[in-house]
């Protein structure tokens, strides 16, 4: 029937992945699947499987037979005990979830955690579902799905791997810290990068930037049992130093050292400052105050583990109406899953020019221009009996701002104004983001594995410099076996100039006005190569050497494409 023909396409195409990824694993699940005409029952829970440290290149061990008289599908297979063993530098418990509440980690876009307030919740970590069933994932094929009868426990939804401390002596005072209510954490990160090719004549060389990162929560419901799942959560930076992009390479567009932006170069630049509450039995959650739209909407992890793309790709960061980090604006956001694999995150943000209050602490500064209205719908499947997560990520947001046209943005403006069609309109911006865990090694978090990913944004024309922007990549561990918790990393970035700031460049030049300072001529498009491996060096130590290599910067064929390699280091105190 024409009607079915959409999810056997999808599922057969997610088989295929599966098959390709883990050929012993979709073997068995189907060998299984052959022998049984019966139909799959419900099923309980996989019991806990062991954890425990192993040493990288044990023999392989599988979990056990199932029960008798029960199809093999995912779900009852359970994970290869290999793959879900703890590495040794582990910073995560044997529990396979961090003591909560979780400060986050600012520099790699992660979430913190508060307190969930309800004791019975199943999840302390995720929120748990409003419908104790899955959604998309029910036309995947059993030997794909393994959310199939039970949502999965916590220590699969940790969204990191954990870092650790460089300071372990500080513990027993972020223990009695965090029993009053507070928890913290300190993270230093510095990136160099390098022009060893190409670029702007005469400027090889290197360039420096650095961020310092306070994070801090208050978990309302220690300091106070009736405030139980109430926490406020506040970030503090300073950033210095000068970035590669522009006076190097001749790029104004791209950012290739994400740390040296928006900061106002001061001492304390404040980020956020929010209130965040978790309702109705833990399904639902609300945060309030000041934050920064990228650490909450278009991004991710492993986003973040590219200097490119870290807090959120580049089409998205430009646009005013997202409030890109460490830019904070007042707004809301309410968070909730209505089932085991499916999430959705609606906002609603005041708008500012991005430069207004460089140092965070002015609010009366700030001039709002409209109001941002963003909805994020995820699907996040876990696949074959080793969980391997996915995230399909379709987000839209409508900035109410009227933005002048940029067709008349390299003309003088008493010329600007009698363009002919040149209007204000708002901003419309549609992003869709997508990560799949290929195979998965070193744990059960989120980023114990090796993904594949891609994505594609698109913003009105009229309102930006970049309308479009694609991107794919990969991001691996355990590529050198004896080291497990490292990572690498490359992608693959297309960025278009808006086809009306083209024009408006193209009318500078045959008006005799010249271009605006920084155009070398008239914009069409770049790419950006971008490689790393990062070297988990010691606890609370990040050691990424990075590559970067930029094709037609400035988006023309005036520069030479420009070649770098730099080094990123993170250390959390």
């Given amino acids: 029937m024409p009607g079915r023909a959409f999810p056997t396409a999808l599922s057969a195409l997610l088989a295929g992945c599966a098959a390709v990824v883990l050929p012993v694993g979709a073997h068995n699940a189907a060998q299984a699947q052959s022998t049984t005409t019966s139909p799959l029952t419900a099923q309980t829970a996989v019991a806990p499987v062991s954890d425990a440290i192993i040493t990288p290149g044990a023999n392989k061990v599988h979990a056990g037979p199932a029960q008798a008289g029960r199809p093999l599908d995912a779900e009852s297979l359970g994970p290869d005990l290999n793959a879900i063993r703890r590495p040794p530098n582990t910073p995560i418990p044997p529990s396979g979830v961090p ?81 009053k209510g507070f928890t913290f954490s300190f993270t230093y990160k510095g990136e160099a990068n390098g022009l060893f090719a190409g670029g702007r004549p005469g400027e090889k060389g290197t360039s420096y930037v650095h961020e310092l990162t306070l994070q801090a929560i208050f978990d309302l419901g220690k300091m106070d049992p009736r405030l139980g799942g109430w926490s406020v959560h506040t970030l503090v930076m300073e950033r210095a130093g000068k970035a590669i992009q522009g006076p190097r390479v001749g790029e104004s567009y791209v950012g290739l050292q994400e740390v040296y932006s928006l900061s106002g170069n001061v001492v304390a630049h404040l980020v956020d400052l929010y209130a965040e509450k978790k309702f109705r039995n833990n399904t639902l959650d609300v945060i309030f105050g000041r934050m920064s739209l990228t650490h909450v909407f278009a991004t991710s992890p492993l986003l973040c583990s590219f200097m490119v793309t870290c807090s959120a790709p580049v089409a998205i960061k430009q646009n005013p109406g997202m409030s890109v980090y460490p830019k904070a604006t007042w707004g809301a956001r309410i968070r909730f899953r209505p089932t085991w694999d499916t999430a959705i995150q609606i906002g609603a943000y005041s708008v500012g020019a991005l430069n207004e209050n460089p140092s965070g602490w002015a609010w009366g500064a700030e001039h709002a221009t409209g109001i941002s209205l963003p909805i994020e719908f995820t699907w996040q499947p876990f696949l074959t009996r080793n969980r391997l997560p996915g995230h399909y990520v379709l987000g839209y947001a409508h900035d109410t701002t009227r933005y002048a046209d940029k067709i008349g943005s390299a003309l003088p403006s008493a010329v600007a104004a009698q363009v002919p069609g040149a209007r204000s309109a708002p901003s419309d911006m549609f992003w869709l983001e997508a990560d799949q865990m290929v195979y998965r090694l070193g744990g059960r978090n989120m980023m114990a594995g090796g993904y594949l990913m891609g994505g594609y944004i698109h913003v009105t024309p009229r309102a930006v410099n970049v309308s479009d922007q694609l991107y794919g990549g990969i991001s691996l561990v355990g590529v050198i076996p004896s080291r497990m918790t490292d990572r690498l990393g490359m992608m693959f970035s297309w960025y278009k100039v808006s086809n009306r700031r083209r024009q408006s460049e193209q009318l500078a030049l045959d008006g005799g006005y010249g271009l605006p300072s920084g155009v070398y001529g008239v914009q069409h498009s770049s790419d950006v190569i971008e490689a790393y491996y990062g070297i988990d060096a010691l606890p609370g130590l990040l050691v990424q050497p990075e590559f970067q290599y930029m094709i037609h910067p400035g988006e023309t064929h005036k520069i030479r494409n420009a070649g770098m390699m730099g080094l990123k280091v993170i250390a959390n105190l």
């Fill in 99 to 179: 003591v909560l509440p979780f400060p986050g980690m600012a520099t790699m876009s992660v979430q913190p955690v508060g307190p969930s307030g309800d004791a019975s919740a199943f999840h302390k970590v995720e929120l748990d579902s409003i419908l104790a069933t899955e959604g998309p994932s029910r036309i995947l094929p059993p030997n794909l799905d393994a959310l199939r009868d039970t949502d999965l426990n916590d220590p699969y939804y940790v969204p990191t791997a954990g870092s650790g401390a460089l300071i372990p002596q500080l513990s027993p005072f972020r223990n009695r810290l965090r029993e």
